[in-house]
C-alpha cells in the first residue's frame, strides 16, 4: 500500500480512472422539495394554525435553498472513493477499496449524519452528509461484504454459543 494512495491531493492530480456510482453532495434535494411541498399545502389550507406551521416549513426550506451551501461530499467509483474535503472544495483524497478495512453509517452525529471508514492502517475517517441513504446504497453496490453489521454478523455466526436453559435438570 503506497503513501501516495491515501494523500490529500488537489482535484486536477486525482486520476479519474473507472466507472461513477454515484456523486453525493451535502444537501438532500429531495428532502428540501418535500418540505416546500408539505409547507405550500399547509398555507393552503386556510387554517390559522397550519398556515403558521405552512410559513414556517416553507421558511427552513428556503433558508436550506438559499442559504447553505451544497458542495460535494463522497464520489463512489467501482474501485476507489473520492472524500472531497470539507473546507476547500479544491482538495480530495482517494481512496482505494482495498484500502477499506469496514465501513458503516452513523446516525445523528452532529448536526448530520455521517460515514465512517476504516481503513487497512487503522485510519479512522468521518465524513459528514445530509444524503445517508444514499451513501449506503451506493457503498452496498460496490462494497458490501465490507459494511461493519454484515461483518460483525458473519464473526457470529462462526462463533458457536453453547447455551443451556438454567431451570433445565442436569444430569
Known amino acids: 500500500m503506497s503513501e501516495e494512495k491515501s494523500q490529500v491531493l488537489p482535484i486536477g492530480e486525482i486520476k ?63 474501485r476507489y472513493l473520492i472524500i472531497y474535503a470539507t473546507k476547500d472544495q479544491n482538495y480530495a483524497r482517494r481512496i482505494e477499496l482495498d484500502e477499506i478495512q469496514e465501513w458503516t453509517v452513523k446516525s445523528g452525529e452532529g448536526i448530520s449524519d455521517a460515514l465512517m471508514l476504516k481503513l487497512q492502517d487503522g485510519e479512522v475517517l468521518f465524513k459528514d452528509t445530509f444524503q445517508i441513504g444514499l451513501v449506503y446504497k451506493s457503498l452496498n453496490k460496490v462494497i458490501p461484504e465490507k459494511e461493519t453489521r454484515k461483518i460483525r454478523e458473519e464473526a457470529n455466526k462462526k462463533k458457536k454459543l453453547k447455551f443451556s436453559w438454567p431451570f433445565k435438570k442436569r444430569k
Not at 28 to 57: D, N, Q, S, W
Not at 60 to 77: D, Q, S
Open 16 to 78: 479519474n480512472e473507472g466507472k461513477l456510482i454515484q456523486e453525493i453532495f451535502y444537501k438532500p434535494k429531495g428532502a428540501t422539495v418535500v418540505c416546500l411541498l408539505v409547507g405550500l399545502c399547509f398555507i393552503v389550507t386556510l387554517h390559522p394554525a397550519a398556515i403558521a406551521l405552512g410559513i414556517f416549513i416553507l421558511a427552513v426550506a428556503l433558508f436550506v435553498i438559499f442559504k447553505i451551501k451544497n458542495y460535494k461530499t463522497i464520489g463512489v467509483y467501482d
